[in-house]
């Protein structure tokens, strides 16, 4: 294997060059002038070449001199591209970022706001991988999560990206006409209700307020979904009562395929929040961050 060449003495060389003397190109990179002459000898005799022509009163190259001059120069340029290229990765969003979110968050929120990357960082591409189950998102590789509140696990960074959730209780207008019209949360004993199972297996009883003070309801019914979307689709087709966020039943609400009951005991809860690791993050899960939050 061939000797490497000693790249700093040709880099002095180029400076030298560059320059016009050996004195403006000391000053210009904070050397001595004598160790820059000494490596300039030491590159001649290396080479057996001359390579300047020293006078009193200016400095010029010999032919073989003129020549390494140009292909160090193009070489030293080609370095500096290259780094350049290197430093716009770091600069432009680029790779791929999953994320851990509810069937309700990517239709209502992930997908709405985050289409605009296509257009504004082309580069970057975005898993959204749909589960309702607790997910350790650092143990199954994913960069950031979606859930609702601000409650996440320690080491954790938590970022708004909707405002507060207004629940609501729907169901079709048939579904009333057979059991009637509650006026309570208590009447809810009377209906076949659309159950939400949680993470760890349990059925989620449905938060309401009344008269200042928390109440709850477990739903009864025949049919458990562990998804949001999937309970107010279930509602449409008349399976029961569903407990579920407003701005997925809003439109169903406004052609009344669907009616709101309960409304001043709806819950209000804090909205969903992006959550990820403090560390690293990556330029690209920053601009999806940066779209996000409000």
Same mark, same amino acid.
């Given at each position: 294997?061939?000797?490497?060449?000693?790249?700093?003495?040709?880099?002095?060389?180029?400076?030298?060059?560059?320059?016009?003397?050996?004195?403006?190109?000391?000053?210009?990179?904070?050397?001595?002038?004598?160790?820059?002459?000494?490596?300039?000898?030491?590159?001649?005799?290396? @080479?057996?070449?001359?390579? #300047?022509?020293?006078?009193?009163?200016? #400095?010029? @190259?010999?032919?073989?001199?003129?020549?390494?001059?140009?292909?160090?120069?193009?070489?030293?340029?080609?370095?500096?591209?290259?780094?350049?290229?290197?430093?716009?990765?770091?600069?432009?969003?680029?790779?791929?970022?999953?994320?851990?979110?509810?069937?309700?968050?990517?239709?209502?929120?992930?997908?709405?706001?985050?289409?605009?990357?296509?257009?504004?960082?082309?580069?970057?591409?975005i898993e959204l991988?749909?589960?309702n189950r607790f997910?350790?998102?650092?143990?199954?590789?994913?960069?950031?999560?979606?859930?609702?509140?601000?409650e996440v696990g320690?080491?954790?960074?938590?970022?708004?990206?909707?405002?507060?959730?207004?629940?609501?209780?729907?169901?079709?207008?048939?579904?009333?006409?057979?059991?009637?019209?509650?006026?309570?949360?208590?009447?809810?004993? #009377?209906?076949?209700?659309?159950?939400?199972?949680?993470?760890?297996?349990?059925?989620?009883?449905?938060? #309401?307020?009344?008269?200042?003070?928390?109440?709850?309801?477990?739903?009864?019914?025949?049919?458990?979904?562990?998804?949001?979307?999937?309970?107010?689709?279930?509602?449409?087709?008349?399976?029961?009562?569903?407990?579920?966020?407003?701005?997925?039943?809003?439109?169903?609400?406004?052609?009344?395929?669907?009616?709101?009951?309960?409304?001043?005991?709806?819950?209000?809860?804090?909205?969903?929040?992006?959550?990820?690791?403090?560390?690293?993050?990556?330029?690209? @899960?920053?601009?999806?961050?940066?779209?996000?939050?409000?």
């Amino acid at each position: 294997m061939a000797k490497r060449e000693n790249y700093n003495e040709l880099f002095l060389f180029m400076a030298v060059v560059q320059e016009g003397s050996f004195t403006a190109a000391a000053k210009r990179l904070g050397m001595a002038q004598s160790g820059i002459s000494r490596s300039l000898r030491e590159l001649e005799q290396r @080479l057996g070449l001359q390579l #300047l022509v020293r006078t009193t009163r200016k #400095l010029s @190259l010999t032919q073989a001199g003129e020549q390494l001059y140009q292909t160090v120069q193009s070489g030293f340029k080609a370095l500096d591209t290259g780094l350049a290229t290197l430093a716009d990765y770091r600069n432009t969003p680029s790779g791929t970022v999953r994320i851990n979110a509810s069937q309700h968050a990517i239709d209502k929120v992930l997908l709405p706001k985050l289409a605009i990357i296509k257009q504004r960082y082309p580069d970057i591409r975005i898993e959204l991988i749909s589960e309702n189950r607790f997910v350790d998102i650092i143990a199954e590789r994913f960069d950031a999560g979606v859930r609702l509140g601000p409650e996440v696990g320690s080491g954790m960074v938590a970022v708004r990206i909707t405002p507060d959730m207004e629940m609501a209780v729907v169901g079709t207008p048939e579904h009333f006409r057979r059991y009637g019209f509650p006026q309570t949360p208590a009447d809810l004993a #009377l209906h076949p209700c659309i159950a939400y199972q949680l993470g760890g297996g349990n059925i989620y009883a449905w938060e #309401l307020n009344e008269n200042g003070n928390a109440v709850t309801h477990k739903p009864q019914g025949q049919w458990v979904f562990a998804d949001s979307f999937m309970e107010a689709k279930a509602a449409r087709l008349g399976l029961g009562l569903a407990y579920v966020p407003v701005e997925l039943v809003t439109e169903d609400i406004e052609q009344g395929s669907l009616i709101r009951a309960l409304q001043r005991y709806s819950l209000r809860m804090d909205g969903s929040f992006l959550y990820y690791p403090h560390r690293n993050v990556s330029p690209a @899960l920053r601009a999806i961050i940066d779209i996000l939050k409000i």
